[in-house]
C-alpha cells in the first residue's frame, strides 16, 4: 500500500479533479465518478479483492463539453419523440457523431496518460485495461436499468485508452441510452459520465452472484459462472451454470449445470475480445470447484454487510484467485406471501425464474426485428434473446420466455423492472413452442406449462365470493376503514367488515383506461369517460353503502400518463413526485377536473350521499378555496358533501388552522409523501431507504397536531398512507385521538386488533387512576 500511495504522489492531481484513483473514492462520491466508481471504490476501502485503477471523472466530461462549446448543440439534437424508432436513431447517431468529432482537451488527455502511465508503473508493466462506463444515473436504485453505456476490454497503451474514453464518453448518447433516461425521467443535460479505467483480468472464469435471492428475498447466494471473461454471462449469450448456497452455513443447496456452446476470451493477436466454441469436454462440465462456490458465496456476505443490502456482483477468477469487477444493490426483492403452485399442467419447458408472476397468453416467436409488430397485448413473447429494441414489445407481453441468459441478462433485467413474468435460459423455447400455442409461464419456478391454468387460490377466491362467511369483529371506538385501488377489489375488501373506504384512487381506473384523458375530452368522448368513472366509483360506494366512501380526485404523476395512448405531450419532469400532479394538476386542466366533478354529480343524483371528495397534495387554502369553487359551477351542493384534503405536505400540517376556517369535513394523512417530504428522504432510494421512518419524532409531532387542531373544531381524522396498515403506527394514532384508520386489505384485521386492544389498554388505565 505505502508503494501505491508514492506512485500515486507522482500525479500532480488537476484542480477540477479529472482523474482520481480508485483508492480515493467512497459511495458518496457519485456525482464525480457514477454508481460503477463509487462502488469499486468503496469494495477496495473494505479491503476487498478488486482490480485497481482510476476514474475519469464526470467533471472531465463536463469540461469536455463546455470547453468545447458543443453542450447546447447536443441537447436540443435530443428533443425528439423516443418511441419513434426513425427519430430516436437519428438523433443517437448525429449526437455520437458530435462527441467523437470534437477532440478532447488536451488538459484532460495529459491526465489520461499520466495515471495510465503510474498505474502501468505499479503493476509492473504495461497493462491491458477495461474502460468501464459509469453514468451518474447508473447502477442507482431509481436508474436501475443496467448497461446502457459501453465498455471497452483489453485496452492497452495510452493511445488506445484515450480513444476508449472518447468512445465511453459517445456511449452516452447511444439510442438505448436515450430512450431509458426519457423513460426513467432523466433530463439528458443533468447525466454526466465517468469513466472506470480498471486492470483487466484475463478471466478464465467469470460471472455474477446475487447475494440474496433476486426476485424472493430468499436468504441464500445464487451463483451464475461460465467459461472465459463475464461479458457472455452479463449480455446472455451463454446459457451459464447457476449455484445456490445457503448463506447461513454456506453449504451448496443446488447445482445446475448447462450445456456452455460458446466464450469469450481474449484474443492474444488482435488484443480484443472474441467468440469462440467451448472446447467438447467442457460444455457441460462444472465452470467453478465447490471450494470456489463457497468463497464467492462468503465474500458475496461480507460485500452485503459492507453496504447493509443484498448485492448483485460481477466477479472473475484467474489462477484460482477471485476478483470483485462490480457491485451494486438488488432492486428487484419483492415481499410477497407465499402463494400455491399452478393447477396440474403438462411442464413442457424449464429454464430459470428469472422475474416472479404467473401469465397465461398466446405464444409469438420473434426471430428478428421485423417480427416485433406481431407482437400484440396479453401475448407471450418467445425470442433467443431480448435486445434493448425490443422493449416496446416486451411492455405489450403478458410474459416473456427466451432461450438465451440467466438471471442478469437483458431479458431478466427488463422483466423485473416492468413486472412482467419471465423465463430465461430455456435453450429450446424457439424450436419447442409453436406460434398460437397456448402456454402459461411461472416466471417464480421457472416453467412453461401447456395450456392456460388458474392457480389454486384464484379459483378459491371465485367459489368464495357467492358465499363469504360470516365474520365478527372487535367494536372500537375508532372506525378501522380500508383502502381500496381497484373496483374489482371491492367485495374482498368489503368482506373485511371494515368501517367504510378510507381511500379510494381515482387515477387508478383512469390509467386502466390506457387512453389519457384529454384524448376523451378533445374527440367529443367526455361522457364515455364520466360513465367509466361513475361505473369505477359506484361498484365500491354499493359494496359499502350506507358507510362513507371517501373518493380521492386524480393523483397521478406526468409519468404514468406518459405511456397512456395521447400522453406524448405529457411534461418531462426530473422528478414526477414533486412536479404537476394531484390538486396542482386539477386546477390547471379544469376542463378534467370538471369531468371527474360530473361523475360525483351523477352518483349524488342516483342517492349514493356515502360518498366523499379528498382533495390530494393539497398546499394553501387557496386551493382548497378555488376546488370548491369548480365544484359549485359544477353543480355540487357543498352543504350536504363531505370534502376533506390529505395531509402529505409539512406545509398543510402547519397551517391547518386555515384550511379548517375555509372549510372542511375531514382529513387523511398521506403518510408516504408526509414522511419523505418531512426527511427530505426518497423512499424508494435504497441509498437512503434506511433513513424512511414513520414514526420520526418530527412526522409524528405534524401528526399529533393536526389531530388536536381538528379534534377541537369537530373535523374528522383519519390515515389512509401504508403507515396505517403497520399496527404498531395504529397504536400511537388511536392514544392521540385519530377518528379513523384506513388499512390495505390484507392488514385490516390486524390493525383492528391492535385498535381494540389499545382503546381497551387506555380505558383500563384511566380507570386504575381513578381508583388511586
Known amino acids: 500500500m505505502a508503494k501505491t500511495k508514492a506512485i500515486m ?18 459511495n458518496t462520491d457519485i456525482p464525480i465518478v457514477g454508481g460503477k466508481g463509487a462502488s469499486l ?51 443517437a447517431s448525429e449526437a455520437k457523431k458530435l462527441i467523437l468529432d470534437t477532440p478532447m482537451p488536451e488538459s484532460i488527455e495529459k491526465a489520461i496518460r499520466e495515471y495510465y502511465a503510474a498505474l502501468c508503473k505499479r503493476e509492473g508493466g504495461e497493462v491491458y485495461v477495461a474502460a468501464r462506463s459509469s453514468a451518474t444515473a447508473e447502477d442507482l436504485p431509481e436508474a436501475s436499468f443496467a448497461g446502457q453505456q459501453e465498455t471497452f476490454l483489453n485496452v492497452r497503451g495510452a493511445d488506445d485508452l484515450v480513444k476508449a474514453v472518447h468512445d465511453c464518453w459517445a456511449s452516452l448518447y447511444g439510442a438505448r441510452a436515450i430512450y431509458y433516461r426519457v423513460k426513467q425521467s432523466f433530463p439528458h443535460e443533468h447525466v454526466n459520465i465517468a ?73 492474444k493477436k488482435t488484443r480484443k475480445s472474441k467468440k469462440i466454441e467451448v472446447p467438447e469436454e467442457k460444455k457441460n462440465a462444472q465452470v467453478l470447484p465447490d471450494d470456489i462456490i463457497v468463497r464467492l458465496a462468503k465474500l458475496g456476505q461480507i460485500v452485503a454487510e459492507h453496504y447493509g443490502k443484498p448485492q448483485d456482483i460481477e466477479w472473475a477468477v484467474k489462477d484460482g484467485e477471485i476478483y470483485l469487477l462490480q457491485s451494486r444493490p438488488i432492486t428487484t426483492i419483492q415481499k410477497r406471501e407465499a402463494k400455491g403452485g399452478l393447477a396440474a399442467g403438462e411442464v413442457i419447458l424449464e429454464g430459470l425464474g428469472a422475474s416472479p408472476g404467473v401469465a397465461s397468453g398466446k405464444v409469438k416467436i420473434v426471430q428478428s426485428m421485423g417480427e416485433l409488430d406481431k407482437v400484440l397485448d396479453g401475448d407471450i413473447l418467445v425470442t433467443k434473446m431480448t435486445t434493448p429494441d425490443m422493449v416496446p414489445a416486451m411492455k405489450r407481453s403478458a410474459a416473456i420466455i427466451t432461450d438465451e441468459g440467466g438471471m442478469t441478462c437483458h431479458a431478466a433485467i427488463v422483466s423485473r423492472e416492468l413486472g412482467t413474468p419471465a423465463v430465461v435460459g430455456t435453450r429450446d423455447a424457439t424450436r419447442v413452442l409453436q406460434d398460437g400455442q397456448v402456454v402459461t409461464v411461472d416466471g417464480e419456478k421457472g416453467h412453461v406449462l401447456l395450456g392456460s391454468l388458474k392457480k389454486p387460490e384464484e379459483k378459491a377466491r371465485e367459489e368464495a365470493k357467492a358465499t363469504v362467511a360470516p365474520a365478527t369483529k372487535p367494536i372500537t371506538a375508532t372506525e378501522v376503514k380500508v383502502n381500496v385501488s381497484i373496483p374489482e377489489a371491492a367485495e374482498r375488501a368489503k368482506a373485511t367488515l371494515a368501517d367504510g373506504v378510507g381511500l379510494l384512487r381515482i387515477e387508478h381506473m383512469i390509467l386502466g383506461l390506457n ?49 397512456m395512448k395521447g400522453g406524448e405531450g405529457e411534461p418531462y419532469e426530473h422528478n414526477p ?106 423512499r424508494n432510494n435504497e441509498l437512503v431507504a434506511d433513513l424512511y421512518d414513520e ?70 388505565e384511566a380507570a386504575r387512576k381513578k381508583v388511586v
Open 695 to 764: 414514526l420520526h419524532p418530527a412526522v409524528l409531532k405534524l401528526i399529533e397536531y393536526v389531530i388536536e387542531r381538528c379534534s377541537k373544531a369537530g373535523v374528522k381524522t383519519s390515515i389512509c398512507g401504508q403507515a396505517g396498515s403497520r399496527p404498531e403506527v395504529a397504536r400511537r394514532l388511536v392514544a392521540m385521538g385519530i377518528t379513523s384508520i384506513s388499512a390495505n386489505i390484507d392488514a385490516v384485521e390486524a390493525v383492528r386488533e391492535m385498535v381494540a386492544r389499545t382503546e381497551h389498554e387506555i380505558i383500563l
Open 195 to 267: 469513466v472506470v479505467v480498471q486492470v483487466m483480468v484475463d478471466a478464465e472464469e467469470a460471472g455474477v452472484m446475487f447475494t440474496s435471492h433476486p426476485t424472493t428475498g430468499e436468504d441464500v447466494t445464487i451463483i451464475e459462472a461460465a467459461w472465459g471473461l463475464g461479458e457472455s454471462v452479463v449480455s446472455g449469450a451463454v446459457s451459464p451454470d447457476t449455484y445456490m448456497v445457503n448463506n447461513k452455513d454456506f453449504s451448496i443447496a443446488q447445482k445446475k449445470i448447462a450445456t456452455k456452446q460458446t466464450m469469450i476470451i481474449r484474443d
Open 577 to 682: 413526485m414533486l412536479g404537476m400532479r394531484g390538486i396542482r394538476r386539477d386546477l390547471r386542466e379544469t376542463e378534467h377536473f370538471k369531468l371527474e366533478m360530473a361523475a360525483f354529480k351523477k352518483l349524488f343524483e342516483m342517492g349514493y350521499d356515502n360518498i366523499g371528495i379528498m382533495l390530494p397534495l393539497v398546499q394553501h387554502p387557496r386551493e382548497l378555496r378555488r376546488a370548491k369553487e369548480l365544484m359549485a359551477e359544477c353543480g355540487i351542493d357543498l352543504e350536504k358533501v363531505d370534502v376533506g384534503i390529505m395531509v402529505e405536505i409539512p406545509a398543510s400540517a402547519i397551517i391547518i388552522d386555515e384550511f379548517i376556517k375555509e372549510g372542511i369535513d375531514f382529513v387523511s394523512f398521506g403518510t408516504n409523501d408526509l414522511t419523505q417530504y418531512t426527511l427530505a428522504v426518497d
Open 515 to 563: 387512453t389519457h384523458p384529454k384524448v376523451y375530452i378533445e374527440s367529443g368522448r367526455s361522457d364515455e369517460y364520466v360513465a367509466e368513472l361513475v361505473k369505477g366509483i359506484r361498484t365500491v360506494a354499493d359494496a359499502f353503502y350506507p358507510k362513507p366512501v371517501w373518493v380521492r380526485t386524480l393523483d397521478a404523476p406526468t409519468d404514468e400518463f406518459r405511456a
Open 9 to 26: 504522489r507522482e500525479v500532480t492531481m488537476p484542480s477540477k479533479k479529472l482523474v482520481v484513483w480508485l483508492e480515493e473514492v467512497r
Open 41 to 91: 471504490g468503496e469494495m477496495i476501502s473494505a479491503e476487498l479483492p478488486v482490480p485497481r485503477g482510476f476514474v475519469v471523472t464526470a467533471q472531465a466530461f463536463r469540461e469536455f463539453l463546455e470547453s468545447t462549446g458543443i453542450a447546447e448543440k447536443l441537447f436540443e439534437g435530443l428533443k425528439v419523440d423516443v418511441d419513434d424508432a426513425k427519430a430516436l436513431d437519428r438523433a
